[in-house]
């Protein structure tokens, strides 16, 4: 798969970062026989993301480790809880400590943030997505993350969806000439989105078949006159300055999705630690 050799890539990258020719005080002190189990422990609640991806990470290290999870990817956990159990090498365990909590802290923040907000929008038919505002390089983990805590990935990059947005807009001379510019050199099976700021954008949008409009920071009365304008000719997403505490008044306006940049832009790592016993 695709997304497998990427995050091949990506370990390969953050070995080179971090270890490079070798753990020089590891393999001073810890003999090269020694075996040993280690520990993942919960020292936080939230919702666990990333195993998959740091089994990956040892693997690289050691073929024939014993790796016996307690939970999956996308569970919730609690605090004191053990996820993971290792056995391998004293150094394989050693060499991928830091680099295994760095992918699962990170994914777990995320996936425990996107997480809360889902549970918000509980019970309305409003989606949750994610976007581009992840950190290079690590855009497929960050999503991965995502969609294990219930959210929806928008597109992965700017090759699998047509977004006209305001520059783009800009230059065409107009919604109509940039969606018919995009449309004559669209590849089969791309959906176009259009971002509009007002009731007269989303006419031209509407107008130009968009598949996609996006009402950004729109006030909540605004995108309720939106959406009864497009009445289902076009999905809608909600976008700009989207918080906990407005996604219920901003689902209820009827829109298909909100889409929420905090979930990868500004992440709290989830608190996990690794334990070895001899």
């Not at 075996?35 to 050691?62: C, H, N, P, Q, T």
Request: charged letters at 25%.
């Amino acid at each position: 798969m695709e997304s497998d050799k990427l995050i091949d890539q990506l370990i390969d990258l953050a070995i080179k970062e971090d270890i490079a020719s070798g753990d020089v005080t590891t393999n001073s002190i810890i003999p090269a026989h020694s075996r040993a189990i280690a520990e993942m422990k919960m020292k936080a609640d939230g919702v666990v993301s990333g195993l998959k991806v740091i089994r990956r990470v040892y693997e690289r290290f050691e073929k024939d480790i014993v790796w016996t999870p307690l939970v999956k990817d996308g569970d919730r956990v609690q605090k004191g809880e053990i996820i993971l159990r290792i056995e391998a090498s004293y150094r394989c365990l050693l060499l991928g400590e830091r680099l295994s909590l760095n992918i699962l802290q990170r994914m777990s923040g995320i996936a425990t943030e996107t997480a809360k907000y889902v549970k918000e929008l509980a019970g309305t038919r409003t989606q949750l997505l994610d976007t581009r505002k992840t950190a290079p390089g690590l855009r497929l983990l960050d999503k991965m993350a995502v969609k294990d805590g219930g959210g929806t990935n928008h597109r992965m990059g700017l090759y699998d969806m047509a977004m006209i947005k305001d520059n783009h807009i800009k230059v065409a001379g107009g919604i109509p000439n940039a969606v018919k510019a995009v449309r004559a050199n669209l590849p089969a099976g791309i959906k176009i989105e259009v971002e509009t700021t007002s009731l007269e954008e989303v006419k031209e949008a509407l107008a130009a078949k968009a598949d996609i409009i996006m009402l950004d920071n729109m006030d909540n009365a605004t995108m309720s006159e939106a959406v009864k304008l497009i009445h289902g000719q076009a999905q809608t997403e909600a976008s700009g300055n989207m918080s906990i505490p407005r996604l219920k008044e901003v689902a209820a306006t009827g829109v298909d999705f909100i889409s929420v940049g905090a979930l990868t832009h500004s992440v709290t790592a989830l608190d996990i630690s690794m334990n070895i016993k001899s």
